[in-house]
T-cell receptor, first 114, second 113 residues
Framework: AQSVAQPEDQVNVAEGNPLTVKCTYS??????LFWYVQYPNRGLQFLLK??????LVKGSYGFEAEFNKSQTSFHLKKPSALVSDSALYFC????????????FGKGTRLLVKP | EAQVTQNPRYLITVTGKKLTVTCSQN?????MSWYRQDPGLGLRQIYY???????DKGDVPEGYKVSRKEKRNFPLILESPSPNQTSLYFC????????????FGPGTRLTVL
């Protein structure tokens, strides 16, 4: 069965410092990996995805993520955090040949302090 | 404007009273999906639809029904709501499943007393 783990409920970082939000996954077959962000009282917005190709994926708002097949990870990163990045971040996975369902992680709350 | 709309945005109801949450998208997307969001549990997929008249169960389908009679609409039906269905519900759509970006609606906050 497919699964996604976001091991940290909350990540705290100072403005201007680099940030990392962790995600690991378990699927049979090739994974398709996504990051979404949710601001308060809003729906989810797409940040970036890995389908195939280059392991380093660049997305919206200066975020990037690296697909690591051997560690089954897809951590979200940003070189310099902004206060406005404070939000709830979700990792999600679907998989080739595993039907058409999506599995989301439990979410990680990012708090960027001035 | 490309968007996914949901109605109502907020709903308070009582146990056993049938309700429908509507979802509509104007992007001609094939794939549509319903999720519920609960604290500490993240988003869990309820049902999804590959196209008109094609639906399938997600992770937590019990107590829910869906239909896809038109490509743009994907209503979520709770025939006999119970308090454990109190949650925040999101509809989403995309051109294709698996590899395509999903566009999410604004959410429907449901309280079942």
């Amino acid at each position: 069965a497919q699964s996604v783990a976001q091991p940290e409920d909350q990540v705290n970082v100072a403005e201007g410092n680099p940030l990392t939000v962790k995600c690991t996954y378990s699927v049979s077959g090739n994974p398709y990996l996504f990051w979404y962000v949710q601001y308060p009282n809003r729906g989810l917005q797409f940040l970036l995805k890995y389908i195939t190709g280059d392991n380093l994926v660049k997305g919206s708002y200066g975020f990037e993520a690296e697909f690591n097949k051997s560690q089954t990870s897809f951590h979200l990163k940003k070189p310099s955090a902004l206060v406005s990045d404070s939000a709830l971040y979700f990792c999600a996975v679907s998989a080739e040949g595993q039907g058409f369902s999506f599995i989301f992680g439990k979410g990680t709350r990012l708090l960027v302090k001035p | 404007e490309a968007q996914v709309t949901q109605n109502p945005r907020y709903l308070i109801t009582v146990t056993g009273k049938k309700l429908t949450v509507t979802c509509s998208q104007n992007m001609n997307h094939e794939y549509m999906s319903w999720y519920r969001q609960d604290p500490g549990l993240g988003l869990r997929q309820i049902y999804y639809s590959m196209n008109v008249e094609v639906t399938d169960k997600g992770d937590v389908p019990e107590g829910y029904k869906v239909s896809r009679k038109e490509k743009r609409n994907f209503p979520l039906i709770l025939e006999s709501p119970s308090p454990n269905q109190t949650s925040l519900y999101f509809c989403a759509s995309s051109f294709t499943p698996s590899t395509d970006t999903q566009y999410f609606g604004p959410g429907t906050r449901l309280t079942v007393l």
